[in-house]
């Protein structure tokens, strides 16, 4: 497995890959991989003849008050991980590299991005769409592969990916969880073994729900009230959101009739964590 840190050195094994008639499959991270990312890689291999998988702690993404220095970087681990999955190439940038001095130009995916997490983390969507944009271009992948947990970033990126012509497909893979339904996250190394347990009220939501609309419920404020009561129900969680919206457009629906995304977000001590469903047409 080859580590790359340099940028033009990324483009050049990229442009050789495709003069060989390579397909590449790319999946972008911030590192503290887990098997939910491992996931991903293991979609992008299937598809492609070449993976690459990027390592780089944005930035951009982070507020001011977030954890930006705290998030963990493990690089020589997830290398590791890496290269026993097959991984052909880590690209592991440094912020200098990625944003050198006097750089201004940022990617703003307007009337999405303020939206779920966009609305109580301003500036979190346009730092995404920015490093992705700066990374299908580096890259030059044939498919990008996506969690579904980040369920409102997938559609920052379709519709980037939709409105600026890019030349790739995104692949979004479903949501990996542990054996307790909590879906994995590279923070959930920050909750205490108490939290842990009381996070597990995000999937009791979400279930909810989703029996409900099994059973024939259709109302999206009818569905809503009884996962709010679930949520309020456990004083540890403070929570962000819980909304029911187009899964293309983040705008709330008032029934089930034509699919929805079932989103959540929550703090438990100084953790945040997100979660979600898809639920079919009806």
């Given at each position: 497995?080859?580590?790359?840190?340099d940028i033009?050195?990324?483009?050049?094994?990229?442009?050789?890959?495709?003069?060989?008639?390579?397909?590449?499959?790319?999946?972008?991270?911030?590192?503290?991989?887990?098997?939910?990312?491992?996931?991903?890689?293991?979609?992008?291999?299937?598809?492609?003849?070449?993976?690459?998988?990027?390592?780089?702690?944005?930035?951009?993404?982070?507020?001011?008050?977030?954890?930006?220095?705290?998030?963990?970087?493990?690089?020589?681990?997830?290398?590791?991980?890496?290269?026993?999955?097959?991984?052909?190439?880590?690209?592991?940038?440094?912020?200098?590299?990625?944003?050198?001095?006097?750089a201004t130009?940022?990617?703003?995916?307007?009337?999405?991005?303020?939206?779920?997490?966009?609305?109580?983390?301003?500036?979190h969507f346009?730092?995404?769409?920015?490093?992705?944009?700066?990374?299908?271009?580096?890259?030059?992948?044939?498919?990008?592969?996506?969690?579904?947990?980040?369920?409102?970033?997938?559609?920052?990126?379709?519709?980037?990916?939709?409105?600026?012509?890019?030349?790739?497909?995104?692949?979004?893979?479903?949501?990996?969880?542990?054996?307790?339904?909590?879906?994995?996250?590279?923070?959930?190394?920050?909750?205490?073994?108490?939290?842990?347990?009381?996070?597990?009220?995000?999937?009791?939501?979400?279930?909810?729900?989703?029996?409900?609309?099994?059973?024939?419920?259709?109302?999206?404020?009818?569905?809503?009230?009884?996962?709010?009561?679930?949520?309020?129900?456990?004083?540890?969680?403070?929570?962000?959101?819980?909304?029911?919206?187009?899964?293309?457009?983040?705008?709330?629906?008032?029934?089930?009739?034509?699919?929805?995304?079932?989103?959540?977000?929550?703090?438990?001590?100084?953790?945040?964590?997100?979660?979600?469903?898809?639920?079919?047409?009806?």
């Amino acid at each position: 497995m080859r580590i790359i840190r340099d940028i033009r050195e990324m483009q050049t094994a990229s442009r050789s890959a495709r003069l060989q008639g390579l397909t590449i499959g790319f999946v972008p991270t911030m590192g503290a991989l887990h098997e939910g990312h491992l996931s991903l890689v293991r979609r992008a291999r299937d598809l492609a003849n070449l993976v690459v998988v990027s390592i780089f702690v944005n930035p951009l993404q982070f507020g001011p008050t977030e954890d930006f220095n705290k998030y963990p970087r493990t690089l020589e681990a997830d290398s590791a991980r890496l290269d026993a999955e097959g991984v052909e190439i880590v690209f592991a940038p440094t912020p200098a590299q990625m944003y050198p001095p006097r750089a201004t130009t940022v990617v703003q995916v307007e009337g999405l991005s303020e939206k779920l997490d966009g609305r109580s983390r301003p500036g979190h969507f346009r730092g995404v769409s920015t490093v992705v944009a700066k990374l299908f271009h580096i890259v030059q992948p044939d498919y990008a592969v996506f969690g579904q947990k980040d369920a409102a970033q997938v559609a920052v990126l379709r519709r980037m990916v939709h409105d600026l012509n890019m030349d790739l497909q995104l692949i979004v893979s479903p949501i990996v969880r542990e054996a307790d339904g909590l879906a994995l996250s590279s923070r959930n190394v920050f909750l205490t073994a108490a939290q842990r347990r009381q996070a597990l009220v995000l999937r009791r939501a979400l279930l909810q729900v989703e029996s409900l609309a099994n059973a024939g419920q259709r109302s999206a404020p009818d569905l809503a009230s009884a996962a709010l009561a679930i949520l309020a129900a456990e004083p540890a969680a403070t929570l962000d959101y819980f909304e029911i919206v187009d899964p293309d457009t983040l705008d709330p629906v008032a029934d089930l009739a034509r699919g929805a995304l079932v989103a959540v977000a929550a703090t438990f001590g100084a953790t945040r964590l997100i979660d979600n469903i898809l639920l079919p047409a009806l």
